[in-house]
DNA sequence: CTCCAACCTGGAGCGCGCTCCAGGTCAAGC
DNA sequence: GCTTGACCTGGAGCGCGCTCCAGGTTGGAG
């Protein structure tokens, strides 16, 4: 129920052992539970937090801020504004990060276009040079 | 018109003077024309490829592939095909890419919902856990 | 009790995409 | 002609986020 051996713990959270490792020597993930031979069990809230870094990874935040939000719960419940300016801040340059990625995307669409020929008529300064 | 010194062509594409000259030197942008002293002069086909480089880079495509986007444009129009497959794979990738990134800023605003609590109730996992 | 797969540590190494540097050259304005 | 800022080259270095390694320990199955 809540006590996994390291393998089982990046099956569950699609790290690798070697960076969960690397997450508790860096700070990111709290000291994690040893058994009297030294070999870690990680437990639910390790996985709990292990998502949750997951998905600040995934959308682009860089591990000295991870850290530092980690850093803030481990100081206790009167962090939790500087948290959650943390997370929002965070959430902002994700919404411009997906404009971005839409934007561009749009661009990749249409070159794809341009080489299937569709009739839509193409008349971009980028489509008449010959990058294409 | 045609024929922009090195800051201009940095100013223009968003690229800083040493990338510019990293992506000549690697092959990924062909060889650039030179003044009879030495210096590049960059025309408004260099700039098209830069605005592609552009786009590629910011949907996550590795130099690799584009430098072999690059060289089969150089190749000629016989590799037109090959092209349109390597942009579409990519696309593909990027609707992924799009897909888990909209994914994850879901999360991440529940989690933020969670520090604003605001009424809606949430009872995942993840919230029960000590990692906000 | 033995075996062996899974685990441990500290530290080196890597892949990517630039970025910076030293030491020298070019060219536009005065 | 001189100055000065933009530019040139080859090559070293960097920041990030792991990833790998050697050499040793642990612990559950048989």
Excluded: N
Excluded at 53 to 67: E, K, S, V, W
């Amino acid at each position: 129920m809540s006590g996994y051996a390291p393998s089982e713990a990046a099956r569950r959270s699609g790290f690798s052992l070697d960076t969960l490792r690397y997450y508790e020597k860096i700070g990111l993930l709290a000291d994690v539970e040893r058994t009297a031979g030294g070999q870690r069990v990680f437990t639910d809230d390790d996985l709990g937090w292990l998502v949750l870094f997951r998905c600040l990874r995934d959308t682009g935040m860089p591990i000295a801020q991870m850290r530092r939000y980690a850093e803030l719960a481990r100081e206790g419940e009167h962090t939790a504004d500087e948290r959650r300016e943390l997370l929002h801040h965070h959430a902002v340059r994700v919404e411009e990060q997906m404009r971005l990625l839409q934007r561009q995307y749009d661009h990749l669409r249409e070159k794809i276009r341009f080489y299937e020929r569709l009739p839509e008529p193409v008349a971009e300064a980028e489509q008449a040079t010959a990058t294409g």
